[in-house]
């Protein structure tokens, strides 16, 4: 071998590495950015909570309205259920659209929730006065083809304890944009 094919060896396997290693670091970056923006919503959350008492939901962002750009997965809105009254309760929720600002039908609109759109059974367990520590995140999956729009969801809450029933209702806008 010549001198000069080692040295492209060497500085090849130099190469190699240094992109393996910025590849696990973004990786990383990318994990802990993750779990940072969870921790946020969960203190953000309890914030929330601890300033109404009598506050049976929180939803977050606080403003319930989501912009997401089409192709873009994964991203929504997180809530969480306190238990507000003196006995131990079971909560249930469905999450369904309700209008539209452009001509997807409502079924179409349901589909684009990809993870969080119901929980019936098993319920959610909650002592009195506490609420969920962890909260649910509700994402969705808004393909290239969706037209840009604005959509309404209900999340609908109903407990099992104190006569069933309807517990809580809250509306959540989300947009979908081109760019």
Do not use: W
């Amino acid at each position: 071998m010549s001198v000069g094919t080692i040295v492209t060896i060497v500085l090849l396997m130099t190469v190699l590495i240094l992109g393996l290693v910025m590849i696990r670091t973004i990786f990383r970056g990318s994990i802990e950015n993750i779990e940072g923006i969870d921790q946020a919503v969960k203190s953000e959350i309890s914030k929330l909570f601890s300033e109404d008492t009598s506050r049976q939901v929180v939803v977050y962002p606080t403003s319930r309205y989501v912009v997401i750009k089409k192709g873009q997965d994964n991203l929504g809105f997180g809530f969480s259920i306190r238990n507000v009254g003196e006995e131990e309760d079971s909560f249930t929720y469905e999450i369904s659209a309700v209008d539209t600002s452009c001509n997807i039908d409502l079924s179409a609109a349901d589909g684009l929730i990809t993870l969080g759109k119901s929980r019936t059974s098993p319920g959610i367990r909650l002592p009195p006065g506490t609420f969920m520590d962890n909260p649910i995140f509700v994402r969705f999956s808004i393909p290239e083809s969706a037209p840009p729009c604005k959509i309404r969801y209900a999340l609908e809450i109903s407990h099992t304890g104190g006569g069933g029933g309807i517990y809580t209702n809250i509306d959540v806008d989300l947009e979908i944009k081109s760019e």
